[in-house]
């Protein structure tokens, strides 16, 4: 597969969708245009950001400042349309997923290409595709979604990282195998969110904490 396509094209999309999550939470607590920027590019960059640290690189969002066109974009589609995100009432969880998606397949990748072994690319694929969300809760002052009870949240990254991984040592990854797998990540979050799919809790008998978001 040609790095160009996957370090960038799916990368920069990633980034919009999960920009447009943190600038929406950034609307939801009446933050300015500014903390909207902010909170969007940390939201979209962070999983790569941390991604490449543990890989001991230059992250490719300041090596490519081509990575900060999707945080701007977000926040002025945001500060736009806001009003039309707000008929959705979970628009952020689904941008969020979007942005799950496209990153826990393409951060797989990038480790691969890197030459680190298909477990631990796997690994820093989910980190990708949670990073940021983590980031972006932590910062607004929110229970992070990856700590939900009530929510898959990282199981959906943990399986589209680990199909990623098999059909790279299989020979089998493609653009378009690439992206079935970043599709039906998407959708398995999406009808997870839609049926409320959770995972055991860590001790049996205990009832999930309520003060969970449930945006």
């Keep these: 597969m040609e790095s160009d396509v996957w370090a960038l094209v799916p990368d920069l999309f990633g980034t919009f969708f999960f920009a447009v999550s943190g600038c929406l939470l950034a609307a939801q607590r009446g933050f300015d245009i500014i903390g909207s920027l902010l909170l969007g590019t ?3 960059v962070g999983g790569g950001v941390l991604r490449d640290a543990i890989l001991g690189r230059v992250p490719t969002a300041f090596a490519e400042p081509v990575y ?14 806001l009003h039309a995100f707000q008929r959705f009432r979970r628009a952020l969880l689904v941008f969020d997923a979007g942005g799950l998606a496209l ?14 072994n298909p ?9 990708t595709g949670v990073g940021g969300g983590l980031m972006r809760d932590v910062v607004a002052n929110r229970v992070p979604q990856l700590f ?10 943990m399986l589209g990282a680990a ?3 098999v059909l790279w040592t299989l020979g089998l990854l493609n653009f378009w195998t690439g992206f079935a797998v970043a599709a039906v990540v998407f959708a398995f979050r999406v009808v997870g969110l839609r049926f409320r799919w ?18």
């Design 68 to 81: 900060f066109i999707p945080p701007v974009a977000a926040a002025l589609v945001v500060f736009f349309l």
């Design 163 to 165: 199909a990623t991984a």
């Design 119 to 127: 477990v631990s690319a796997a690994v820093l694929g989910v980190t």
């Design 198 to 215: 959770h995972v055991p809790l860590a001790a049996s008998g205990v009832e999930p904490h309520k003060g969970h978001n449930d945006s």
């Design 42 to 44: 940390l939201t979209g």
């Design 103 to 116: 990153f826990c397949t393409t951060g797989t990748i990038i480790a691969l290409q890197a030459g680190v």
């Design 148 to 157: 939900n009870p009530r929510d898959l949240y990282a199981v959906p990254a």
